[in-house]
Every structure is written in C-alpha cells, then in structure tokens.
C-alpha cells in the first residue's frame, strides 16, 4: 500500500490549501478502511485533521470543522482536502494515511505546505 | 478531547540500555466491552513520516523488532525499547483512537547517550 500526497507548497494567506492523495496497491472502496489528513507544523507534533470513509461520509476535528472539507473520488482511488482561509498556522507538513479503527497503518511521505504572501 | 500527556520530552540513552517512554491519557480508553486500550505508538525518524509500532497498547506491527514492547491500562502506557540500537533514534507519538478527534502525545525525542 502506497500513499502520495501532492499539491501546492505555496498558498497566500486567507486562500484555500487543496491537496490530493494517491492511494495504490489497495482500494479506497475497501470497507474495512477509512483515509485520515494528519499535520505536523514544523518542529512540533502530528495533529489529526479527520478523515473520510470512500463513501464521502467524514469526520473533522472540532478545531477545523468551519474550514476543512474532504472528498473522495474512487474512480482515481485519490482523497482530497480542502482548507478554507488559510493563517501562517496552517503551515505544516499534511499527511494523509490508511486507518482502521482509528489505527493509521499506512502513511504517504507528506507534503510541506507554506502559507506566506 | 482526550489529551494525551508524555513524558519525558527527550531521553538519552546508551546503546544496548533500556528506553522506556510514558504516555498518560486524561480519561481512561479501555473500552470495557471488549477489554482493548485505544491506544497506539508511532516512531518518527527525521524527514520521514511516522510508521505504526504498536496497538491496541500492546500488539506489535508487522515487522517491528521485538525489542519494542507496549504495556499499560486505562490511563497509564509504556512504551519500552530494550536493547536501544542506533537506529531506534527518532521522536516517539503515543495516540489515543477512543474517541474523536483522535489527539496524539506531544511527542518523546529518543536519543543515544
């Protein structure tokens, strides 16, 4: 199992962080599985951000639920994020990973996102 | 939320010692119906992402050393590694998966003395 996560490393402030993640050598549609986003801003620890089952239903965490949206797209086997209006909070390195029962068993490399004007 | 509490913040140990990493949660998550502690470790090496050790506080991944061992109940966790190798250098995460949102350990920097 392989995870890949991509898009910008650069977002202006108060503008929207979209990222997507690749997942092969399994299926997205696996009942067994859901996909969690995890950060880590620099120098500090993991945040878990929610996650999304392949049928779209999701869970955010209470302290970004206003400003994140996730999604799959089980023709691509991807999940994508989303995050509203963006701060220099939001700078961090995203993970997306495989989770069951809240286990995340499987990781991507992560991708660093910087929010600077 | 659950907060999850670790300590020490950074450990030096020798090669070949023990390194042990506490994990303290601020409500229990053993789930009485089936007896299980919600409770995993992640090691992280610098650059890379974290990788699972173990579960269910105790059931070690596929694959990891068996010098790693987890241990506790309700509250109170362990993560012990011990015989520390060289390559064991590297932040320690404990998790709890209870309850949403899932909340991690503020991290244990483990270093060779």
């Known amino acids: 199992v392989q995870l890949q996560e991509s898009g910008p490393g650069l977002v202006k402030p108060s503008q929207t962080l979209s990222l997507t993640c690749t997942v092969s050598g399994a299926s997205i549609t696996s009942g067994d599985f859901y996909w969690s986003w995890i950060r880590q801003a620099p120098g500090k620890g993991l945040e878990w951000i929610g996650y999304?089952?392949?049928?779209?239903?999701?869970y955010y965490s209470p302290s970004l639920r206003s400003r994140v949206t996730m999604s799959v797209d089980t023709s691509r086997n991807q999940l994508s994020l989303r995050v509203t209006s963006v701060t220099a909070a939001d700078t961090a390195m995203y993970y997306c990973?495989?989770?069951?029962?809240?286990?995340?068993?499987?990781w991507g490399q992560g991708t660093l996102v910087t929010v600077s004007s | 939320d659950i907060v999850m509490t670790q300590s020490p913040d950074s450990l030096a140990v020798s090669l070949g010692e023990r390194a042990t990493i506490n994990c303290k949660s601020s409500q229990s998550v053993l789930y009485s119906s089936n007896n299980k502690n919600y409770l995993a470790w992640y090691q992280q090496k610098p650059g890379q992402p974290p990788k699972l050790l173990i579960y269910w506080a105790s059931t070690r991944e596929s694959g990891v050393p068996d010098r790693f061992s987890g241990s506790g109940s309700g509250t109170d966790f362990t993560l012990t590694i011990s015989s520390l190798q060289a390559e064991d250098v590297a932040a320690y995460y404990c998790q709890q998966y209870f309850s949403t949102p899932y909340t991690f350990g503020q991290g244990t920097m483990l270093e060779i003395k």
């Open positions: 999304i089952y392949y049928s779209g239903n999701a």
């Open positions: 990973a495989r989770s069951q029962v809240g286990i995340q068993d499987y």
